[in-house]
């Protein structure tokens, strides 16, 4: 059995990850399509798609997948492609729900692949919805000219929020533990440090050490 999936396609930040799991000797397969297939030209055009079908190509080699192997996709839009290939191709195939150690793994393997790109690892691990598209925006905007480069930036949710604009000042740190949002280093209490305040879904305030 075969089994394919992926997870980070709702994430802002980062691209999104293709796993292919073989069920019975629990060889894994995944690639991430770049973040550049979800800039302004490209996402428009659904060109990640593309993309997915040259990774699952790659993984069914790697895998060596055959003809009478029985495969199953995950049912979401990501693979809309791909399953009209599988038909071309003559595959054996299905959508279904994936769970079990391939959602474990692409899910474990996206949160790594954040991790590298300066993603708090205190925000999966503590953070109910680590990928909440405004908790992310937070982030991003505590570091705006580095980090919106890694965003996917096509969404339209990033057409209406990821500009607003934002309002600086330096004041002191109330009696609260937070870390900075840059650095990831700890604010102390009653330091002078640097605020940054804007609105989306909600107002936000967003403490930086005052150099950071």
Aim: proline residues 4%; positive net charge; glycine residues 6%.
């Amino acid at each position: 059995m075969i089994q394919i999936d992926d997870s980070g396609s709702g994430s802002l930040i980062g691209g999104t990850c293709i796993g292919i799991f073989r069920t019975e000797t629990n060889e894994y397969f995944y690639d991430i399509i770049p973040i550049k297939y979800y800039n302004q030209k490209n996402f428009p055009q659904k060109r990640y798609l593309d993309y997915v079908v040259q990774i699952v190509k790659n993984g069914f080699k790697a895998l060596s997948v055959s003809k009478t192997d029985t495969i199953e996709v995950c049912q979401g839009y990501m693979f809309d492609k791909l399953r009209s290939w599988l038909d071309q191709e003559k595959y054996i195939w299905q959508s279904t729900q994936i769970t079990g150690l391939l959602q474990d793994k692409i899910e474990r393997t996206f949160e790594e692949y954040t991790i590298s790109l300066g993603f708090p690892e205190q925000y999966i691990k503590y953070t109910k919805y680590p990928f909440h598209f405004h908790k992310i925006l937070r982030w991003v905007y505590a570091d705006y000219n580095t980090r919106a480069k890694l965003c996917k930036v096509g969404w339209k949710s990033w057409q209406k929020y990821g500009s607003i604009p934002v309002q600086y000042s330096y004041e002191t740190m109330p009696n609260k533990y937070y870390s900075c949002l840059k650095c990831g280093k700890t604010l102390e209490p009653f330091t002078q440090v640097k605020v940054l305040r804007y609105t989306s879904n909600k107002p936000n305030i967003i403490y930086l050490h005052k150099n950071c």
